[in-house]
């Protein structure tokens, strides 16, 4: 096998999943090598829940409070968590993802990454979430970089 190889006869590829890499133009052994990730980031040092800036996509690490849901129009869910660490507390918000309040749990620890805003009504740092990580032990939060959630 050589550089210029199909990237069927990479072990464990096989024909089936050549199909899958083909859709990501990725046809050889070369185009493997230089296919690299869309978007990097850097979990090694996170903001703290005080320290995240409005308007500006964040990621931050905190521990579950409290999680509710509510119909907007009769039909959109908007799942809302108070989320916090030592320095404080935010409310995420997860817009028609209604299945997050089975996953979340009180006092479990979450990352979530999102676009902070301030909600007007209440006064209050809001983060509507667009990925969520649920961290299970203490070693997925000291991987992280942070173990002082």
């Known amino acids: 096998m050589n550089i210029s190889s199909p990237i069927e006869y990479v072990k464990t590829v096989g024909p089936k999943r050549a199909k899958l890499f083909n859709k990501l ?9 230089y296919y690299l990730p869309k978007t990097y980031e ?27 849901e509510r119909k907007v129009n009769g039909s959109i869910s908007v799942v809302e968590c108070r989320v916090s660490d030592r320095s404080g507390s935010l409310v995420a918000v997860w817009f028609n993802q209604a299945y997050i309040k089975k996953i979340l749990k009180p006092y479990s620890h979450i990352l979530i990454k999102g676009k902070v805003s301030i909600n007007l009504f209440q006064k209050v740092k809001q983060l509507a979430v667009s990925e969520t990580e649920i961290l299970y032990d203490s070693a997925s939060i000291k991987e992280i970089g942070r173990a002082h959630v």
């Open 25 to 33: 133009s990725i046809f050889t052994v070369k185009d493997l090598i």
């Open 42 to 68: 850097d979990r090694r040092q996170l903001p703290s829940i005080s320290g995240v800036i409005p308007d500006t996509v964040q990621t931050i690490v905190g521990v579950v409070e409290s999680i509710s």
